[in-house]
């Protein structure tokens, strides 16, 4: 009889933490609201309470960065396609030793937990987790790659729209914004220990959820992400407000690929975007 991938997850959790090749295992299960989240397994008896399905929607990959987790010794993390190209970002950014982790990727169908993260799964293209040191494929229903045509069909609408039209459309869309900053705290490219909205010598941005400054938090932080973000859509599924975060770090991804050939956490080791120079740069983007 097969395993499923969840009873594979778990054996395998089980596995590492007898063996001693890991400390604690982050994956998903279900937590004190009843809800699938975020669980620290470190104990092998444990892994049973390992879950995988549609609602684990997280990127756990964030978790990797936090002083107390780093405090419980060498880390085991669950992750999906999209959530394996931030550690090789991450570990481009010289954020983690890849050599004292491990990364247990799962072959994953999509995510379920709204209508927006449906929409980014429909085109997935990593439904095959890279960058991982064991792979769990999902025996009853195999994985089938997007056509890597469709990576941007999300923009379409809001790209036929003029100039006046998109920023109607952000106006309506930032004005929502309540300043609570969870697209940060559960973004994984975000790891600075003090945020420049969070600086008050002198004050950056507006603090209060003022239009003006949603538009500047929201425009600025899209630009730190720019060759960054690796498209796991945390940040919507983060905002309370239902923003959906992700199309603006989309076309800085598109624009990235258009004229610079480059995907963030794609290749490992590979040279971070903003701050390499080469001589094959288009540069049709300077006017």
């Known amino acids: 009889m097969t395993m499923s991938q969840q009873t594979q997850l778990q054996q395998k959790a089980k596995e590492l933490l007898t063996d001693k090749k890991t400390d604690l295992v982050i994956g998903y299960g279900i937590i004190e609201t009843g809800h699938v989240g975020t669980i620290f397994i470190t104990k092998p008896e444990q892994s049973d309470r390992l879950l995988w399905n549609e609602e684990c929607v997280d990127n756990l990959v964030v978790y990797l960065k936090r002083k107390e987790v780093k405090k419980l010794g060498r880390p085991a993390v669950v992750v999906k396609g999209c959530d394996a190209r931030a550690i090789a970002v991450l570990e481009t950014e010289h954020q983690l030793d890849r050599e004292n982790l491990v990364v247990i990727g799962m072959e994953c169908n999509g995510i379920r937990a709204r209508n927006l993260l449906q929409e980014k799964c429909k085109t997935c293209d990593v439904q095959q ?57 559960n973004c994984p490219m975000c790891y600075c220990d003090v945020c420049v909205v969070d600086k008050n010598r002198p004050i950056r941005i507006d603090t209060s959820a003022t239009l003006k400054g949603n538009f500047a938090w929201n425009i600025l932080r899209a630009f730190h992400l720019a060759g ?20 603006l770090n989309l076309s800085l ?7 610079f050939n480059y995907r963030a956490g794609t290749e490992r080791n590979s040279e971070p975007l903003i701050g390499t120079f ?3 740069d288009q540069e049709s983007f300077i006017r």
């Open 129 to 185: 987790p890279p960058h991982c040191d064991f792979v769990i494929e999902n025996p009853e229903k195999p994985v089938t790659q997007s056509d890597p045509a469709n990576r941007y069909a999300r923009l379409e609408k809001i790209m036929a729209m003029n100039t006046v039209q998109r920023l109607d459309y952000w106006k309506n869309e930032f004005s929502r914004c309540i300043k609570c900053y969870a697209c940060r705290q």
């Open 278 to 280: 080469s001589p094959e």
């Open 228 to 247: 960054r973000c690796i498209g796991c859509s945390a940040c919507s599924a983060a905002c309370p407000a239902g923003i959906d975060l992700d199309l």
């Open 253 to 259: 991804a598109k624009a990235a690929e258009e004229h």
